[in-house]
């Protein structure tokens, strides 16, 4: 009989994060490799593919991202990422503390942040290079 840690693991909760509750990096991942394995982690944390092109699995939902892609990953989602056969593939990622939302919400706004933190089955997490939510995500992390 399999457990369900064998299938994904869970990233600890650390300080990585720093004084702001955010990270910013950038991934480069070689031809067909998994960047990231099966993991759940606490933060929120959007891709955006800058080069290159990738497979990201969202609590098992497939999707197929491409340069100009962002993708969101709710608090609590399992989610792993693998490049796709282009010579170069890249990504930045942007990990957000959630606790700093709530820092920065006030009531009223709750209602606009809680879908992020709270996983939610048929929400949209995959956004196209025309999408104005992807351009603002790549704003962001320039």
């Known amino acids: ?25 950038h991934q480069n991942t070689a031809p067909g490799a998994i960047s990231a394995e099966a ?6 944390e959007i891709l955006y593919v800058d080069e290159g092109s990738f497979q990201a699995s969202v609590n098992g939902c497939e999707y ?8 969101l990953f709710c608090s609590r989602e399992i989610h792993r990422v693998r490049a796709c056969m282009d010579e170069r593939n890249g990504y930045h ?7 700093i939302l709530f820092d920065a919400t006030t009531d009223h706004s709750y209602r606009y942040i809680l879908p992020f933190i709270l996983h939610r089955d048929g929400r949209c997490c995959c956004f196209a290079p025309e999408d104005p939510s992807a351009a603002a995500i790549m704003r962001t992390l320039d």
């Open 64 to 71: 197929d991202l491409c340069k100009g892609n962002a993708i």
């Open 39 to 44: 993991h759940i982690h606490d933060v929120l």
């Open 1 to 25: 009989m399999t457990t369900r840690d064998e299938y994904f693991y869970e990233e600890p909760r650390t300080k990585e994060h720093g004084g702001w509750g955010y990270q910013i990096f």
């Open 93 to 99: 990622v942007l990990k957000i503390d959630p606790a």
